[in-house]
């Protein structure tokens, strides 16, 4: 048996990709919902997503969304929205194409030329961050406006704090970006559309929550683990009660902290370096407002006096009336989580309007937390994991949906061979 700790969208793909392969597995959640930061709540007739608001309706997703039987469900954004910058007063559209680039009022003329000198730069220099990489490559007034904003609003940080290695130089080479990032786009131009932005009818959390289903009784609810021991037939689980399972191996699917904490004993070292890394927290303000706007959202450039980070338009997206969804916090602002709600959406409904010209009324508060992938992933260079003890989370590979389920997939198939059924 694969036991999992963790029921989040990671380790729940992991179960039920090694479950199609016949592999006996458990997974142990400590919430009492699937889903992990993947959670969708209502607030009347509204869908609040607690996590991430969407997702790209990419062939992995669909084969996974199909599968479990929620293609019916599925809703879909127009793929041609666009998105904006708050910069210098007002919002401005972001270049999301080659036309685009050439019309924005975004960038000045002069910047604009300055990134076409991108292709004569050469790529990330040993031990580069990311903030002076895209300074680099495309110009100061670039990265202020449109670069900084849109990278950093990934994992709510700041790109100088991001060493390339560690979060950018995965998708740079699974995009294969050798040298120039601009002849890659411009390569890439006029090829497939690019997939659409998708939900559920009842929100995100419809995804795990379908997966579980399919794994009956594998998944186990309000089970945190409490530890894990190494023994000669494997693991020893011991969950919150003193019950302990035997397991051929370990997937951990929780947070670093989570995994520091159950490590923390046999293996010092390792639950040492995972405390290490840091996490982004975020506050999310749901907002109401009759402002009508049309387009994915809109980022805030790096310079501007905002707390705000950006704004989702669930509105326009998946025609959830009037809904839009506001981001603060993160990097910019550690300790702007631990304010009061009313405090923080006060701020989320004035800089709405400031930033839209449409008031706004704050439905509800929530709070999530991201990698933060900055400097702490130092810790991660030549740990030494414990045998028949394996990562499938957010902190050591790709981020995003996505990225999780591809990251849980290639694991499945690892552990397949590593652990087959029995004839």
């Known amino acids: 048996m694969i036991g999992i700790v963790g029921g989040g969208i990671s380790g729940l793909v992991l179960a039920y990709e090694l479950q199609s392969r016949g592999v006996d597995v458990t997974v142990w959640e400590a919430a009492s919902t699937p889903g992990g930061v993947m959670r969708s709540q209502t607030h009347g007739d509204l869908v609040l997503e607690m996590g991430p608001q969407r997702v790209r309706l990419t062939g992995p997703f669909r084969q996974l969304v199909e599968s479990v039987g929620l293609a019916d469900e599925l809703v879909t954004a127009p793929t041609d929205l666009p998105l904006y910058v708050y910069h210098r007063g007002r919002l401005r559209r972001a270049p999301l194409s080659l036309s685009e680039a050439v019309t ?3 960038l000045p003329l002069w910047a604009k030329m300055r990134i076409l000198a991108e292709p004569f730069t050469a790529g990330p220099r040993d031990g580069e961050h990311a903030g002076p990489f895209l300074r680099r490559k495309f110009g100061g007034a670039a990265y202020r406006a449109l670069l ?3 990278y950093g609003g990934l994992y709510a940080s700041d790109p100088d704090c991001m060493p390339v290695k560690y979060a950018l130089q995965k998708t740079l080479t699974e995009l294969g970006v050798r040298r120039s990032i601009l002849w890659r786009m411009l390569r890439a131009a006029g090829g497939a559309a690019e ?5 559920f009818k009842n929100g995100l959390g419809s995804l795990p929550s379908a997966i579980a289903r399919r794994l009956e009784g594998s998944v186990r609810l309000e089970t945190p683990v409490s530890a894990l ?4 037939r494997g693991w020893e689980v011991t969950v919150q009660g003193g019950e302990t399972v035997q397991a051929e191996a370990i997937a951990l699917a929780c947070p670093a902290d989570v995994a520091a904490g159950l490590l923390g004993g046999p293996y010092p070292d390792v639950s040492t370096r995972l405390s290490a ?13 009759e402002a009508n706007l049309r387009g994915l959202g809109y980022q805030v450039a790096f310079g501007e006096s905002l707390e705000t980070r950006g704004v ?4 326009s997206l998946f025609g959830r009336p009037d809904l839009y969804t506001a981001y603060l916090g993160g990097m910019k602002n550690p300790d702007l989580p631990d304010w009061d709600d ?3 959406a006060e701020i989320a409904c004035e800089e709405f309007e400031i930033a839209t010209g449409f008031t706004a009324e704050a439905l509800r508060v929530s709070r999530t937390r991201i990698p933060a992938w900055d400097e702490s992933w130092e810790f991660l260079d030549g740990i030494e994991w414990p045998p028949d003890l394996h990562v499938c989370s957010n902190y050591t590979a790709r981020p995003g949906i996505l990225g999780r389920i591809v990251g849980a997939k290639r694991l499945a198939a690892t552990l397949a061979r ?3 059924r029995d004839p």
Do not use: Q
Request: glycine share 6%.
């Open 277 to 289: 890394l840091r996490y982004n927290r975020l506050a999310l303000v749901y907002l109401k407002s």
């Open 104 to 106: 924005t009022d975004l």
């Open 418 to 420: 590593e652990f087959p």
């Open 148 to 150: 900084g904003p849109l």
């Open 195 to 199: 997939a659409a932005p998708c939900s």
């Open 229 to 232: 021991r190494r023994n000669g």
């Open 312 to 315: 989702t338009w669930n509105d």
């Open 342 to 344: 009313s405090r923080i």
